[in-house]
C-alpha cells in the first residue's frame, strides 16, 4: 500500500518544507539575544539605587553614590548593553532632585536618560526607592503622596519617551523598615507607625500614577513587591506569626484595590486607618496597565523554630509558589522583579534556580513578562540591611565594582542566548501591540 508520505515527498520534497519557517517545524525556537521587540519577553538587570537615612536621620546612605556610579554610569550602561539586555531597572535619585516644592535638580538625570536612550535600553524608571528628600522628613509625613505625585508629572513630562515606571519600589518593605523595624528613616518600631508609613507610600503610588498616566496614557507600572513567608515550625500557632504572613499582602491590597483579610482589616483600623481613607483606596486601582513585580532572595523566606529562632530557608517555596499565592490573589500580570545571592560562587546555580522557577510558572498559564537580576554592580551593606556602614561588599552584581565580570555574567549570557527571544506569554506574536491608553480593569 502506498504512503501519503511518498506523495508528499513527490510534491513538496523530503522535509524542511516551503513555508515551515514561519512558525511550523523548522519556525524560531526562540533562541538568540533579545530583540527589544514589544513581545519580547523582558531580560533585565538593575542598578542598585536604596537612599534611606539611618542614624536617626544623620546619615544618608546613597548606593549609587557609594558603588560609584554617579561618576561610571556611562561605563554602567554601556555593560547593560554589552550584556546583551534590553531592559534596565533604574532609580534616579530622588531625594536630590526634588529640592523643594517646584524646585527640582535634574543635572545628572538629564545625563543617565539621554545615555540610555541613545544606547536604545529601555528604562523601568524607579521613582522612590526607600527614601525621601530631607526637606520631607520621613514616610510618616501626610504631604508626602501630594508633593511625590508633583515629582512624577515633572519626571514623566521631562521624559516623555519613557513607557515604564516603578513608581515606589517595595511599598511593603519600605514601611516595615522604616516604622515597624526601626531600621531606617523614622526609624519607627510600632503597628501605627507601620500603618502609618504603609497608607502614605501606597497613596504616593496612586497619586504618582495618575499624574504619570495624564502625560503616558498607555504607561506600563511594573510595581516591585517583596515575595516574602514565614514558615512556624510550632504545633500551635502564634497569632503574631500568622498576622505578619497575612499583613505581606496589605501594600498591594490597598494599591489594587483588594479587600483584605478582616483580621488585617481590623489591624488597619486599630492603628491608625479611618474609614474613610480605607474607603479611598478601595475606589479602584490605578491607571496604566499594571504588572505585579515579585521580587524573591532567599533570604525573604524564614523559618522559625519552635523556641523562636529564625533562620533562612533559602527556597523551601521559592520564587514560583510564593508567586503563585500572589497571581491568585490579583490576576496581574507578573515580573520576577529582584533576586540576587551574596555568594559569587553560588548565584549562577542561582540564577538558573530562578529561570527555572519562570519556566515552570509559564507552564501553568501564568503571564510572566520579564525577569530581572538585580543587580548589575556589586552592592555595600546589605548584609546588615543598610542599618549599618562598614562599606561590606556583597557579591551580588554581574559585575564586582571594578566593573570585572562576575561568574553569573557569563551564566546571564549563556541564558540570553538559550531563551533571549522567547515571547512574554506563548505565541505572543499574535497580541496587536498598541499605545492606547489602559482601560477599565473589570473583572468577569
Known amino acids: 500500500m502506498k504512503s501519503f508520505l511518498t506523495e508528499i515527498k513527490k510534491h513538496f520534497g523530503d522535509g524542511n518544507y516551503e513555508g515551515d519557517e514561519f512558525g ?29 537615612t539611618i542614624d536617626h536621620g544623620k546619615t544618608r546612605r546613597d548606593q549609587l553614590a557609594e558603588c560609584d556610579h554617579y561618576n561610571r554610569y556611562k561605563e554602567d550602561l ?15 535619585p530622588y531625594y536630590k532632585i526634588q529640592q523643594a516644592p517646584g524646585k527640582y535638580d535634574w543635572e545628572f538625570a538629564d545625563l543617565a536618560m539621554a545615555e540610555m536612550k541613545r544606547l536604545g535600553i529601555t528604562p523601568i524608571l524607579d521613582l522612590m526607592h526607600f527614601g525621601v528628600p530631607d526637606w520631607l522628613g520621613n514616610f510618616q509625613n501626610p504631604e508626602l503622596p501630594v508633593h511625590f505625585a508633583e515629582y512624577c508629572e515633572q519626571v514623566a513630562k521631562r521624559y516623555p519617551w519613557v513607557r515604564y515606571y516603578t513608581p515606589v519600589n517595595e511599598l511593603y518593605v519600605t514601611a516595615r523598615s522604616s516604622a515597624k523595624d526601626g531600621v531606617w528613616n523614622e526609624q519607627l518600631k510600632s503597628d501605627r507607625g507601620f500603618v502609618t508609613a504603609l497608607k502614605h507610600t501606597v497613596a504616593a503610588s496612586i497619586m504618582g500614577t ?12 511594573v510595581q516591585s513587591e517583596s515575595a516574602e513567608f514565614t514558615h512556624e515550625l510550632r504545633a500551635v500557632h502564634t497569632p503574631e506569626v500568622q498576622l505578619q504572613n497575612k499583613l505581606r499582602f496589605t501594600s498591594l491590597d490597598l494599591l ?57 530557608s533559602m527556597d523551601v517555596l521559592g520564587w514560583y509558589t510564593i508567586t503563585h499565592d500572589y497571581y491568585q490573589r490579583y490576576k496581574k500580570p507578573v515580573m520576577h522583579t529582584e533576586t540576587n545571592v551574596f555568594d559569587a560562587n553560588e548565584a549562577p546555580t542561582w540564577l538558573w534556580k530562578q529561570w527555572a522557577n519562570i519556566l515552570r510558572i509559564r507552564k501553568e498559564g501564568v503571564p510572566v513578562l520579564g525577569f530581572t537580576w538585580y543587580s548589575l554592580i556589586d552592592q555595600l551593606d546589605w ?62
Not at 26 to 50: D, Q, R, V, Y
Not at 210 to 221: E, F
Open 78 to 92: 554601556g555593560l547593560v548593553k554589552e550584556m546583551g539586555l534590553k531592559v534596565l531597572r533604574y532609580g534616579l
Open 383 to 444: 548584609d546588615s540591611g543598610l542599618a549599618q556602614k562598614n562599606n561590606t561588599v556583597n557579591a551580588c552584581g554581574l559585575f564586582d565594582l571594578d566593573r570585572k565580570p562576575r561568574l553569573v555574567a557569563e551564566a546571564y549570557k549563556q541564558l540570553l542566548q538559550e531563551y533571549g527571544q522567547i515571547t512574554i506569554v506563548p505565541h505572543g506574536e499574535l497580541f496587536e501591540v498598541t499605545k492606547r491608553p489602559a482601560t477599565l480593569k473589570v473583572e468577569v
Open 24 to 52: 511550523g517545524a523548522s519556525g524560531h525556537n526562540g533562541n538568540g539575544l533579545p530583540t527589544g521587540l514589544p513581545n519580547n519577553f523582558m531580560f533585565a538587570t538593575g542598578i542598585e539605587c536604596s537612599y534611606p
Open 256 to 312: 489594587y484595590a483588594h479587600q483584605p483579610d478582616g483580621e488585617v482589616l481590623n489591624y488597619l483600623y486599630d492603628n491608625g486607618m479611618t474609614r474613610k481613607e480605607y474607603d479611598w483606596f478601595m475606589a479602584g486601582e490605578p491607571p496604566g496597565y499594571q504588572v505585579m513585580g515579585n521580587d524573591y532572595y532567599g533570604r525573604n523566606e524564614r523559618i522559625m523554630l519552635p523556641n523562636g529562632q529564625i533562620c533562612t
Open 210 to 221: 495618575q499624574q504619570i498616566a495624564k502625560h503616558r496614557p498607555d504607561c506600563v507600572i
